[in-house]
């Protein structure tokens, strides 16, 4: 079958990156393209696709769905993936460990599902406590493996990735379709950070095999965009099962793939401006209003609508293949519309096999749909560093250097593991529970989005410096200055072990930044800019 042919070439070409050097002789121009960058590329798309397909088998398992065994049978696919990388840089013997080690915990996340449905709370947290054995044995693997992944840096990531898929997972049981949503948008982010993690380990370890630079700004750019576009493709397919299904969860997975869309349109203004961006977001929006006009259609079995849809489908994408070529000349509009057309026949086929029942055919289109988005972002980014290279040289700083491009920062209650944007950072006192808010120590995270900290022990005072802002807090006060002005902390400002600490809300929404998830696993987000002043 042609289909499947094309799934097992990706794979061979994932592989093949993982292993072959980039040609020598390196261009000065800035490139998306290189040994390191196609291996960020490799390893945060299959971790990315783990994470989607395991929440799908999971919702799937516990409905009791037709599709469970399809969906548990793309799942296994992304794991025959991850375990082709592995072996291809360690070794068929290593690829053996690693894939007995990861399959073990998609089966807990089974037996999780099987007791839940059970309503069997023994079952559920023997299931729990072997992924906490889990997360122990494959860091330990990978620590074994790599001598600069670190084997409690590691199983701190693993647990946030299994709280992700918990909490996903006990929220879409409980019916809080938002909250499941949400937290799967953060599992789904998180495995490229961890992605970048391991990348980053193995290019330190055989930097022979993998010239370039994987944590440029260009490779930044093409990582962004190929997982907001890769998501767009699940989110897309999960939308349109829920549509047909008639699933109490649609406007939720529906909400998801606008989420999505937003993401997409602020990534494009923040290069070619807020009109570029609003012009971008009414076409991309038409597409998906046509794919939602296919699927009201089909349940209505109305063959005149349906054909009206697909006609409608293919005025977008020469539209929007028009939207690229007259922003970027590197941008061809024909091979534009032909990767276009590409993408809406992925979904048709994926969702028309959906409906006929032929389940497998269903979820293989999905994979293919999500990988060529890669292919997609990889092109769009690769014409947008073209087209403005000068802001994407590595090196070229002012003369006073900007703060990080930090935009993920999570943390776990109880761990003094803080990731940045898939770097781990240790710290020496861990997030709390005090007066009912959840604290952090201030110094860790200023220091994370590029701020200067300093603290006057005579008044107990906590200076924070960022851009043109300063901040102070006083330690047992509810009360902070932000450039001279005071604002109520909400909780007082405490010191533990030497460091002081802030409630982590009101810190991140004073610097700008988005909370989700719980207390006890926060994720903070913020646009890819330049910290320069606060929004106050």
């Known amino acids: 079958m042609m289909k499947s042919t094309l799934t097992r070439m990706l794979t061979l070409m994932l592989a093949f990156m993982l292993v072959v050097p980039a040609a020598a002789g390196a261009a000065a121009a800035p490139t998306v393209k290189g040994a390191a960058e196609d291996l960020r590329s490799a390893l945060g798309r299959l971790l990315g696709e783990h994470a989607v397909l395991a929440l799908t088998a999971m919702q799937k398992g516990y409905d009791g769905k037709a599709d469970f065994n399809a969906a548990a049978e793309a799942l296994n696919g992304n794991t025959e993936d991850l375990t082709q990388a592995i072996s291809s840089v360690y070794g068929a013997e290593a690829g053996v460990a690693f894939k007995k080690v990861w399959n073990s915990h998609i089966g807990y996340f089974v037996d999780y599902v099987q007791a839940s449905a059970a309503k069997d709370s023994a079952g559920m947290q023997k299931a729990v406590q072997n992924l906490e054995k889990y997360r122990m044995e494959q860091a330990k693997f990978f620590a074994d493996a790599n001598p600069y992944m670190n084997e409690q840096q590691t199983a701190e990531g693993l647990k946030m990735h299994i709280n992700h898929l918990l909490d996903a997972f006990n929220s879409y049981t409980a019916g809080k379709y938002d909250e499941a949503y949400s937290y799967q948008r953060e599992a789904y982010m998180h495995m490229f950070m961890t992605g970048d993690g391991i990348a980053g380990a193995i290019i330190k370890q ?27 493709a699940f989110a897309a397919a999960v939308t349109l099962q829920k549509g047909i299904d008639g699933a109490p969860d649609f406007n939720n997975a529906a909400a998801w793939l606008n989420m999505n869309t937003e993401d997409l349109t602020k990534a494009i203004a923040s290069v070619y401006g807020n009109e570029a961006g609003a012009a971008f977001k009414t076409i991309w ?31 977008y994408r020469m539209e929007q293949a028009k939207f690229f070529a007259d922003a970027n000349p590197f941008m061809n509009e024909q091979q534009t519309a032909e990767g276009l057309k590409m993408h809406i026949n992925h979904l048709v086929d994926a969702f028309d096999s959906y409906v006929a029942k032929d389940y497998s055919e269903a979820y293989m289109m999905n994979r293919e749909a999500y990988t060529h988005m890669f292919m997609t972002g990889e092109g769009i980014s690769g014409a947008i560093v073209k087209q403005f290279p000068d802001k994407f040289m590595q090196g070229m700083t002012p003369e006073k250097p900007a703060a990080p491009m930090v935009s993920k920062i999570t943390l776990g209650l109880g761990s003094k593991m803080l990731m940045v944007d898939g770097k781990a950072v240790k710290m020496d006192v861990a997030p709390m529970i005090k007066y009912n808010r959840t604290y952090i120590p201030v110094r860790y995270l200023a220091e994370s989005l590029g701020a200067e900290i300093k603290f006057d022990n005579t008044t107990k005072t906590t200076w924070i410096m960022a851009g043109d802002d300063k901040l102070a807090f006083w330690i047992g006060q509810d009360v902070m200055e932000l450039n001279g002005k005071s604002q109520k902390v909400g909780a007082k400002v405490f010191i533990e072990n030497g460091r002081t600490h802030v409630p982590v809300r009101f810190i991140a929404e004073l610097l700008g930044w988005k909370l989700h998830g719980t207390a006890q696993d926060l994720m903070l987000t913020k646009e890819m800019a330049h910290m320069g002043h606060m929004n106050h």
């Not at 929006?285 to 259609?297: E, L, Q, R």
């Open 206 to 232: 055989f930097p022979k095999q993998f010239p370039g630079d994987a944590m440029s700004p260009a490779s930044d750019l093409r990582s962004a965009l190929e997982q907001l576009l890769g998501e767009h």
């Open 285 to 315: 929006n038409s597409h998906i209003g046509y794919f939602v006009d296919y699927v009201k259609a089909t349940g209505a079995n109305d063959a005149a609508a349906k054909q009206k849809a697909v006609n409608d489908l293919e005025k």
